[in-house]
C-alpha cells in the first residue's frame, strides 16, 4: 500500500473513531490519550509496552513509512494516523495527553519540544537529542513546565542496576576513582558518502524522515532504516546506542553531572561516518561516591574492551562474553551482551575500580560481583541488606516482564501517581556526556576542555558542533 491508499483507508476508521470516544475516556476513566511517533521497529516495542498499561488510550501514531503505521494502526484502529507529526500535533492539540517519541535521534529534539511547547508530557527514546544544545533546551521546557518526562533507558528500573547503585553508594568498594565501560558493537562507517540517488520507496516520506537535517538524496540501505546511526548528520555512532544505556548506572550511581575534559582516541572521520573503535576518557569533578576527580574510559568496537589490568578477573581471564566477529552481540532489542560464563568479562559492561576494590556490572540482568586482590569477594550479605533497606524484592531476570515497567512509570507519573526515575533532568546531563564524547571523535586523541556553566568548550573549533542548524521542511 502506498502513502495515498494507507491514509484513505484510514481515515474512514479514525474519523469516526476518535474525537467522542477519546474526550469521554479521559473524563470518565482517567485513561492516557497517547500519541506515537516512530512505530517501527523500536517504535512498535515501545507502543507495545505503553499501551500494555491498562489506563492507556493509544489516540495518534505518526510514522514516516507507511508499512510500519499501517502496522501499528492494525493494532490500534481506533488512533487517527499520520506522516507528519507537526500536523497531528496541530490537528489534535487537546485530545493528546502524552507524547511518545521513538524516531532516529536526529527527530528526538524537534518532535519532543514541540509536543512540550504544547504542554504535553513525554518519553522520548534515548539517546534524548542529537544536539547538546537540545538537550539543555529540553531539560529547561522540561523544568519550566514541570512537564512528566522520561528517557527511553528501559533498564534503569531494573534489579540489578538499582542493586549496583545502591551498593555502590553504600561504599561497599569506598570511594571510586575509576569507571571502565565498553561494548564491542560498531555502528561507524569508514567511507565516502554515497553518490547518486535512488528511488524513494513509495511507502517513504524521505523529506520528513529528513526533518529539521540538511537535505539530502535517499540512498537504499545507508539511513533508513536503522543505518542512521553511522552517520553523523542523523546518529551519535555506539555511544548513542549502547553508551547510554551502559553508563547510566555509574553515571546515576556516583551522581556525576557533566565532564570536565575528554578525549577520544579514534580515527579520523571524513565528517560523514562516524569513527569505529572510540576509546574515550573523561575526568569528571568528584562527587561524594568519587575521589576528588573520577576517571572513565569508554571502549567500543569489536574485541573490545583491550587488556587491562583493571579488567584482569580472579583466575586471569581478561576477555569472555559472546561477541560475534564484527562485534556485534547476540541479543533482544540491542541490549543483552549474553551472559558471560562464570569469571568471564561480559562482552558489554562497566568495571568500578574503588579504594576498597573493584565491582563488575555486566550489561544486563546478572548481579555485580566485588573483587577485591584478585579474588571474588562474597557479597551476599550486603545485597540482602540493601535489597532489604530499599525493597528491591527479588531479582526478576525476565525482560519481557521487567521491560514495560519504566514505561509504566511515565504513565503513572502521567496520571499523578508517583514519578518517573529517568526524568529529562537526568537523561539530559547523560546525554550531554555522550555527546561530547561523540564530538571529540572528530578530533581524535585531542583533549577538549569543557565548562558545564556555558556549555561550551575551551576548544572553539569544536563549538561549532554542539548545535546544528534546523531546515524548514
Ligand atoms: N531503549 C532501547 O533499548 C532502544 C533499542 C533500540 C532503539 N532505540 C532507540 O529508538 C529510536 C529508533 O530506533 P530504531 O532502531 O527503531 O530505528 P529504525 O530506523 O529502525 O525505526 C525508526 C522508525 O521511526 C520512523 N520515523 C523516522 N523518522 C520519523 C519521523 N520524522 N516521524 C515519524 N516517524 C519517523 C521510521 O519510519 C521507523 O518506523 C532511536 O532513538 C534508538 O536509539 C532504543
Redesign the pocket.
Known sequence: MNKREFLKSAAAVSSFALLPNAAWAFQKGKKLRTAH???????AEDLSAISSHNAVDVVAL????SV?LSKAHKLHPGARVFFD?RTMLNEMGDEIDAVIV????H??AP?SLMAMEMNKPVYC???LTHYVDESRKMMKVAKEKNLVTQM???VHSFYDYRLATLLIQSGIIGKVHTVHAWSPKSWGYNGEEPQGEDPVPDQ?DWN??L?TSKERPYKEGYY???N?RKVMDYGCGTL??MGV?IFDTPYNALNLDVPLTIKNDCRKSNGFGFPENNTVTYEFPGTEFTTKNLKWVWYDGPGMPPKHEDLILPGGKTSGGKQDKDGSVKDK???DAGMAGAGELPSQGAMFIGKKGRLLLPHFMQLPQKIVKGKYVDISKEIAEVSKANNLGEPIRNYDSEGPKHYHQFVDACLGKGQTTAPFSYAGRLTETILLGVIAGRFPNKTLHYNAETAKFTEEEANQFLGGDYRDF
Open positions: 511517533i516512530g512505530v517501527g521497529n523500536m517504535g505518526c510514522d514516516v513509512d510500519n507529526y521513538s524516531t532516529p535521534d527527530t528526538h518532535a527514546q534515548k539517546p527511553g533507558i528501559q517513504l520528513l524522515w526533518g533508513h532504516p536503522g542512521w548513542g546506542d544505556h532489542i540491542s541490549l
